[in-house]
């Protein structure tokens, strides 16, 4: 899904006076890049699996409980990592879907250009819905069809892990899975270094500008948000009725 500006919780705008507790992500200008070292992710899954909800959590450390339905944003950020300046560029994506013969998928084309554009995957599945699950070994082996040569690095999240009884992957079949997907797994524990680790990676690997690609398989369990906190947060926020746009 997409976040947008009149979607987002907390917009108070009256009289289009523009008052949101979250603005949409700004986009700096392609010119803008740091030149040559531009890392290009994409975030990859099946429908409600929460990778919109990853981005903007891991751009803006905020949970946003409505998106509207994804359109396919493409998200910028600089970063410093190891002391350098990197751009890196997140791109949405709409839903994946399984075929019924649940071998090949259904993806769009838009979802093709990203895949070829990209220089590292984050590959989503809910740990309440066990089709998404099932969604990702195809999609991994369509990210290779795609990219035939060499290894590519993937991140895999299995997302929502707050709502543990509604749980319906068990942890060891994400292990299991991200086993079957690539040589190594390592477990990131916070949304922030599943990203950066993703960076990493594609760094190490010679990756962003082209330079493709050789890689490793991750898997991430980002924490989920606390809900309570969250709400605490929202409240506070709108009892003390914020006027300003929050920049982010
Ligand atoms: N409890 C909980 N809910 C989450 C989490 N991540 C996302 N959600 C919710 O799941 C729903 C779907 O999240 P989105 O980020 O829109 O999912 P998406 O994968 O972009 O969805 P599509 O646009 O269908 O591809 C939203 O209601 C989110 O608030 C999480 O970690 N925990």
């Known amino acids: 899904m997409r976040l947008t500006a009149d979607s987002a919780p ?25 030149p040559n070292k531009t890392v290009k992710i994409v975030v990859l899954g099946a429908s409600n699996v929460g ?23 493409l998200y910028s950020r600089k970063v410093t990592m190891d002391g350098e300046e990197v751009s890196l560029q997140i791109q949405d994506t709409p839903c994946v879907a399984l075929q019924d013969d649940a071998e090949g998928l259904y993806c769009q084309e838009q979802i093709n250009r990203s895949i070829y ?32 040569s060499g290894n590519i690095p993937v991140i895999l999240v299995g997302n929502k892990s707050d709502l543990l009884r509604a749980r319906q992957v ?19 524990h916070s949304l922030h270094s599943c990203f950066l680790s993703s960076l990493q990676v594609i760094r190490a690997l010679g990756g962003g500008n082209g330079e493709k690609r050789r890689g490793g ?5 980002p924490k989920s948000p606390n809900m309570q906190e969250l709400k605490r947060r929202f409240r506070q926020v709108l009892s003390s009725k914020v006027k300003s746009a929050t920049t982010i």
């Open 10 to 34: 907390g917009n108070m705008n009256s009289g289009g006076s523009g008052n949101f507790l979250l603005v949409p992500i700004p986009e700096y200008p392609l010119l803008d890049c740091v």
């Open 51 to 73: 990778k919109t909800a990853l981005i903007v959590r891991f751009l803006t450390k905020r949970f946003i409980g409505d998106y509207e339905a994804n359109t396919g944003a």
């Open 117 to 148: 554009w990209a220089d590292g995957y984050v590959l989503v599945f809910s740990i309440t819905d066990h089709s998404s699950y099932r969604t990702i070994q195809p999609l991994y082996q369509h990210v290779r069809r795609i990219h035939p």
């Open 170 to 188: 068990p942890a060891d079949e994400g292990e299991t899975l991200a086993a079957s997907l690539g040589r190594s797994a390592s477990h990131q």
């Open 217 to 221: 398989l991750h898997l991430a369990r």
